[in-house]
Structure formats: structure tokens, C-alpha cells
């Protein structure tokens, strides 16, 4: 109680004694907190594109190992009737004489394929009808043409911009056959942990065939998390520049409390009990700033933050603003420790010289 009673009648001394440095270090740390959860959402490819609802976030996409042993349709009906899947496509060899060829031809059997992107003006893939295909551009087009797939004639009616996958109704795809080599699926909700329903599904049904996995919202967050690391380096060194540069205000702050210092020196404190006092006041003099970031970036965000976000989706759950603080607070440990150093030197004949 008593360390506790002289930790406050010190922090109340620095502001006391040193009114303007005290506020011109409090309000620097705000700044610096502040930038710093600006930065950690904003240079992230992961929180950028996580609260975009974007579909590589949602999209699994896995095929056989083997293209000889083609996938279950049984176990892809069961993908089709989960409420945790909302769209489910299945590819087979455009050519099935060469089930090791590049060009793909997939429909969408539950709600429509993730990533397609036809050509603007040319037919759109939910309307197609069971006489009809969407060719790949790598396999050119032609405007009214025809084309023969697995002994069934189509009349090509568009083109998207994809170079290998053409693609047919689900009714005609399994007309003609009921061996998907590779499926692509999209969950009902946004989870890239390897707990999400969806993943944890796939991993049940398809475990046991050998599959590989081609993308998953687990590996793109892993690609976007690797991605975004440099700037995020950065950014930790930037913040710790500026904790370095503003505990030279606090160092200055600290000297004007020789005299207390001394007295406590001489009824009896030792240099390391000294030492821990002086890290303890910098850790909560500089943590108290950036609670208060935190505070203010919350209230802010609807009014400032979103506006100058670089997406304005960005969002920042309670998750993320705890990991900005532990992240704070390490950069501030980091920081102090070396200003240990000055009070483990430090003499009784030392602190008196200082005060005078």
C-alpha cells in the first residue's frame, strides 16, 4: 500500500511540477496511439478486405489429387443441402479424353459461381438455358455459334474474361456427367478460422479422398496477414521512434523530481526498488494515453475515421483494439527499459550533484 500510496503522490509531482512538459508529452502519446490504430487496420490487406464482405474471405475451392478418381457427387449433393454452404460449383475436363488439361467446364449447382466475371453484354450465367454455354475467352467465341461438350451440342451465347472455365446449367451438367473433378463452395457467413462450419464440413466429406486444397479463407488471410507484415514492421518502428523521442520529455520530467527521489533514496529505498518505481510511472504515463486512443478512436470513427479510412467498411471490434493495446504496450516496455539503466547507476552522491 505504501509503494502504491508514493507511486500516485509521484505522478501527481510530475504534473504538478511540470505542467506544460506533462501535457505536451500526454497529448504526444495520444497522437502517436492514435496514428498507430489508424496505420494497424488500414496498411493490413486482412482487415481491409475482412470487413468487405469480400468473397476470397468465404470462397473454399478443392479438387482431387488424382483427376483419374473424380469427386463424389453424393458428397457434394450433401454441400448442396447445407444451410452453412450458399453456392456450390462443380468442374469437370472440358475435354474428358484429357482429365489433365488446364480448360474447365463448371456449373453452378446451388446459387452462382464466386468469382465469375462475364463480359460485360454477353449472357449472364443464371439465365442460361440447358441448350447453352459461356465459353472460356480462352477458347474464342463466336456470336451464335455451337459447340459440342461430352457428346451434348451448346449453343454459345457469351464469354467471360476467365481463360479456362466455360461454363453450363447445373440440369445439363449433370446430364452429361456425375464426375466433378473440382469444387468450389461458398459459406453462408465470413470465417477464416479453421472452426467455420463450412471448412470444418468439407474436412468431413472429403477428408478421406485425397483432396487439395487450391483457396480457402484460411489461406488467404495467411497471404494477406504475410503481405501486409513489412508495413506493419513499419508501422511498430514508427511508434517506437516516437515512444523513445517523447521519453525524453519524460526523462526531463523525471529529473525534476531529484529531490523526492533522494529522500526516498535516503529513508531507505534501494536503487533497484527506486528503479522499478521510475518503469512502473512510465509504463502508466505512457498506457494512460493510449487507453485514452482507444476511447477517442471508437467515438470518432463514425464521425472522422470511417471517412478517411482507406475502405470505409474497415471495422474495428473489441478483439482488435485489445491487441492494439498489448501491442502499445510492449512497444512502451520495450521503450523504458533502457531509462532503467540511469537510476541502477545512480548514487545517493549522484542524485545530490543533480539537484544541485
Request: hydrophobic share 45%; proline share 3%.
Given at each position: 500500500m505504501k509503494a502504491l500510496y508514493l507511486?500516485?503522490?509521484?505522478?501527481?509531482?510530475?504534473?504538478?511540477?511540470?505542467?506544460?512538459?506533462?501535457?505536451?508529452?500526454?497529448?504526444?502519446?495520444?497522437?502517436?496511439?492514435?496514428?498507430?490504430?489508424?496505420?494497424?487496420?488500414?496498411?493490413?490487406?486482412?482487415?481491409?478486405?475482412?470487413d468487405s464482405d469480400s468473397m476470397q474471405y468465404r470462397c473454399y475451392q478443392f479438387s482431387t489429387t488424382d483427376k483419374a478418381k473424380p469427386l463424389s457427387m453424393e458428397k457434394v449433393q450433401k454441400l448442396v443441402e447445407s444451410e452453412d454452404i450458399s453456392s456450390v460449383v462443380a468442374y469437370v475436363p472440358m475435354n474428358p479424353e484429357s482429365p489433365d488439361g488446364s480448360k474447365l467446364l463448371g456449373a453452378a449447382i446451388k446459387g452462382a459461381p464466386?468469382?465469375?466475371?462475364?463480359?460485360?453484354?454477353?449472357?449472364?450465367?443464371v439465365k442460361l438455358k440447358n441448350d447453352e454455354i459461356i465459353v472460356a475467352k480462352g477458347?474464342?467465341?463466336?456470336?451464335?455459334?455451337?459447340?459440342?461438350?461430352?457428346?451434348?451440342r451448346f449453343r454459345t451465347v457469351g464469354q467471360i474474361w476467365q481463360d479456362d472455365i466455360s461454363y453450363i446449367t447445373a440440369e445439363a451438367f449433370l446430364?452429361?456427367?456425375?464426375?466433378?473433378?473440382?469444387?468450389?463452395?461458398?459459406?453462408?457467413?465470413w470465417d477464416t478460422s479453421e472452426a467455420a462450419p463450412a471448412y470444418l464440413l468439407i474436412q468431413e466429406l472429403f477428408s478421406e479422398d485425397g483432396i487439395q486444397w487450391l483457396s480457402s479463407p484460411q489461406n488467404y488471410k495467411g497471404w494477406d496477414m504475410t503481405i501486409s507484415r513489412?508495413?506493419?514492421?513499419?508501422?511498430?518502428?514508427?511508434?517506437?521512434?516516437?515512444?523513445?523521442?517523447?521519453?525524453?520529455?519524460?526523462?526531463?520530467?523525471?529529473?525534476?523530481?531529484?529531490?523526492?527521489?533522494?529522500?526516498?533514496?535516503?529513508?531507505?529505498?534501494?536503487?533497484?526498488?527506486?528503479?522499478?518505481?521510475?518503469?512502473?510511472?512510465?509504463?502508466?504515463?505512457?498506457?494512460?494515453?493510449?487507453?485514452?486512443?482507444?476511447?477517442?478512436?471508437?467515438?470518432?470513427?463514425?464521425?472522422?475515421?470511417?471517412?478517411?479510412?482507406?475502405v470505409r467498411t474497415?471495422?474495428?471490434?473489441?478483439?482488435?483494439?485489445?491487441?492494439?493495446?498489448?501491442?502499445?504496450?510492449?512497444?512502451?516496455?520495450?521503450?523504458?527499459?533502457?531509462?532503467?539503466?540511469?537510476?541502477?547507476?545512480?548514487?545517493?552522491?549522484q542524485a545530490r550533484k543533480n539537484i544541485s
Open positions: 507511486l500516485q503522490a509521484r505522478l501527481r509531482q510530475y504534473y504538478i511540477k511540470n505542467k506544460l512538459i506533462f501535457c505536451l508529452f500526454f497529448v504526444g502519446c495520444l497522437l502517436s496511439s492514435l496514428a498507430y490504430i489508424y496505420i494497424f487496420a488500414n496498411c493490413s490487406q486482412y482487415y481491409i478486405q475482412r464466386v468469382y465469375l466475371n462475364h463480359k460485360e453484354g454477353t449472357a449472364d450465367i477458347l474464342g467465341y463466336s456470336e451464335n455459334g455451337t459447340m459440342t461438350v461430352y457428346g451434348s446430364e452429361i456427367t456425375s464426375s466433378p473433378i473440382q469444387i468450389e463452395c461458398q459459406s453462408a457467413t513489412p508495413e506493419q514492421i513499419k508501422a511498430i518502428i514508427s511508434y517506437l521512434a516516437s515512444a523513445v523521442a517523447f521519453l525524453f520529455l519524460f526523462r526531463y520530467m523525471l529529473d525534476s523530481l531529484a529531490e523526492d527521489t533522494l529522500i526516498c533514496r535516503i529513508c531507505g529505498a534501494s536503487r533497484i526498488e527506486m528503479s522499478v518505481m521510475t518503469f512502473w510511472e512510465a509504463i502508466i504515463l505512457t498506457t494512460l494515453p493510449s487507453l485514452l486512443a482507444v476511447f477517442v478512436h471508437k467515438l470518432l470513427t463514425p464521425s472522422f475515421f470511417s471517412k478517411i479510412n482507406i474497415i471495422t474495428y471490434y473489441p478483439s482488435d483494439y485489445a491487441l492494439i493495446l498489448l501491442i502499445l504496450f510492449c512497444i512502451n516496455v520495450i521503450a523504458v527499459i533502457p531509462f532503467l539503466r540511469r537510476y541502477q547507476l545512480n548514487s545517493i552522491h
